[in-house]
T-cell receptor, first 110, second 112 residues
Framework: QKEVEQNSGPLSVPEGAIASLNCTYS??????FFWYRQYSGKSPELIMS????GDKEDGRFTAQLNKASQYVSLLIRDSQPSDSATYLC??????????FGSGTRLQVQP | DAGVTQSPTHLIKTRGQHVTLRCSPI?????VSWYQQVLGQGPQFIFQ???????GRGNFPDRFSARQFPNYSSELNVNALLLGDSALYLC???????????FGPGTRLTVL
C-alpha cells in the first residue's frame, strides 16, 4: 500500500456544488495532513492543514480527518470554475519526508 | 513578506552535464526541502535541511546533493544529468521540522 493515496480523477462538479476530495493513508504516516492546490504549470499552494480528528473549516474549505478509518478529505463548498485544479494530499512519514499522493484533478463546470 | 524564491525559472541542459538550483526560504524559516515533480505525479521528496544539516533524504541516487547556507538559503546539485531528470524541481520552506511547508515557483529542468 502506498503511504498516501488519492483517486486521480478527474472529478467533475457543476458550479455551485460541493466538491469532495478524498485521501487514504497507511500506518507509516504521521498524524499531520495537508491539502495543496496546484494549477497547471504552477507550484503547489497550501490550502489547509489538519492535525486532529474531526473537521476544520476555513472559508469555503473544510478538511475532515478520520483516524480510525485512515482517511482525510477536503470539501469545497460553492465550487467555482477557478477551483479547477489538481488537489494534492500530503503527510509526513518517518523519514521526515512530506509524502504526497498523486493528486485528484477537479473540474468545475460553469 | 516575500515568499520562497527559486532560480533559475527554466533551464535546459544536455545529458552528462551538471546543474545547480537555488532557493531562498521565507524570512524566519529555518528548514528547506527539495522535491522533484514529473507530469501527472505528486512531488517526490529529495532532501530536507534544517539549521544547515541534512535531516532527511529520499530515494534518489548519489548524483543528487544539496546544502544549506548560514542564511538558510539552499542549493540542489545534480551531476551527470540523465533524460529522466527532466522535471519541475520544487523548493519548500517551513519554520521547523514537521511544520506546514510553503513552495516556491519551481525550476523547470529540461535535459536533452
Amino acid at each position: 500500500q502506498k503511504e498516501v493515496e488519492q483517486n486521480s480523477g478527474p472529478l467533475s462538479v457543476p458550479e455551485g456544488a460541493i466538491a469532495s476530495l478524498n485521501c487514504t493513508y497507511s500506518d507509516r504516516v504521521s498524524q499531520s495532513f495537508f491539502w495543496y492546490r496546484q494549477y497547471s504549470g504552477k507550484s503547489p499552494e497550501l490550502i489547509m492543514s489538519i492535525y486532529s480528528n474531526g473537521d476544520k473549516e476555513d472559508g469555503r474549505f473544510t478538511a475532515q480527518l478520520n483516524k480510525a478509518s485512515q482517511y482525510v478529505s477536503l470539501l469545497i463548498r460553492d465550487s467555482q470554475p477557478s477551483d479547477s485544479a489538481t488537489y494534492l494530499c500530503a503527510a509526513y512519514t518517518g523519514r521526515r519526508a512530506l509524502t504526497f499522493g498523486s493528486g485528484t484533478r477537479l473540474q468545475v463546470q460553469p | 513578506d516575500a515568499g520562497v524564491t527559486q532560480s533559475p525559472t527554466h533551464l535546459i541542459k544536455t545529458r552528462g552535464q551538471h546543474v545547480t538550483l537555488r532557493c531562498s526560504p521565507i524570512s524566519g524559516h529555518k528548514s528547506v526541502s527539495w522535491y522533484q515533480q514529473v507530469l501527472g505525479q505528486g512531488p517526490q521528496f529529495i532532501f530536507q535541511y534544517y539549521e544547515k544539516e541534512e535531516r532527511g533524504r529520499g530515494n534518489f541516487p548519489d548524483r543528487f546533493s544539496a546544502r544549506q547556507f548560514p542564511n538558510y538559503s539552499s542549493e540542489l546539485n545534480v551531476n551527470a544529468l540523465l533524460l529522466g531528470d527532466s522535471a519541475l524541481y520544487l523548493c519548500a520552506s517551513s519554520q521547523d521540522l514537521h511544520n506546514e511547508q510553503f513552495f516556491g515557483p519551481g525550476t523547470r529542468l529540461t535535459v536533452l
